[in-house]
């Protein structure tokens, strides 16, 4: 990683240490297979987590709403993965509430015939 600092070394170089260290934190995101994907028992697991949490600010009854309308079709597994994940944004990070199992669900879930934001 290279930066130029200028004057302000100090409070430059822990920036770019943490940039590192958060870059070096984040997980993989994990490989979404067919059958991962096409499994009722993780679309199910999807389904109660975004029930109780991401429907607030994703689902129908937001709109006019807080956060965009998800178009699961254009978007891969792992992007949705990350967003979940580490969020973007105003969109919170998910890593430290929900567990990977939890985290992966929700992507099975959206990217299934049964999601309907």
Same mark, same amino acid.
């Given at each position: 990683?290279?930066?130029?600092?200028?004057?302000?070394?100090?409070?430059?170089?822990?920036?770019?240490?943490?940039?590192?260290?958060? %870059?070096?934190?984040?997980?993989?995101?994990?490989?979404?297979? !067919?059958?991962? %994907?096409?499994? !009722?028992? *993780?679309?199910? =697991? @999807?389904?109660?987590?975004? /029930? @109780?949490?991401?429907?607030?600010?994703?689902?129908?009854?937001?709109?006019? @709403?807080?956060?965009?309308? %998800? *178009?699961?079709?254009? =978007? /891969?597994?792992?992007?949705?993965?990350?967003?979940?994940?580490?969020?973007?944004? !105003?969109?919170?990070?998910?890593?430290?509430?929900?567990?990977? /199992?939890?985290? !992966? @669900?929700?992507?099975?879930?959206?990217?299934?015939?049964?999601?309907?934001?």
């Amino acid at each position: 990683m290279r930066t130029t600092c200028g004057p302000l070394r100090i409070a430059c170089a822990a920036a770019v240490l943490l940039a590192a260290t958060t %870059l070096q934190a984040q997980e993989k995101a994990p490989v979404f297979d !067919k059958a991962y %994907l096409s499994s !009722k028992k *993780n679309i199910e =697991l @999807g389904r109660s987590v975004w /029930e @109780g949490q991401c429907r607030h600010c994703h689902g129908a009854a937001a709109y006019p @709403g807080k956060a965009p309308k %998800l *178009n699961p079709g254009q =978007l /891969e597994p792992g992007f949705i993965y990350d967003r979940v994940t580490y969020g973007f944004g !105003k969109m919170p990070a998910w890593k430290d509430v929900f567990s990977v /199992e939890q985290r !992966k @669900g929700v992507v099975a879930f959206i990217k299934s015939d049964d999601f309907s934001p």
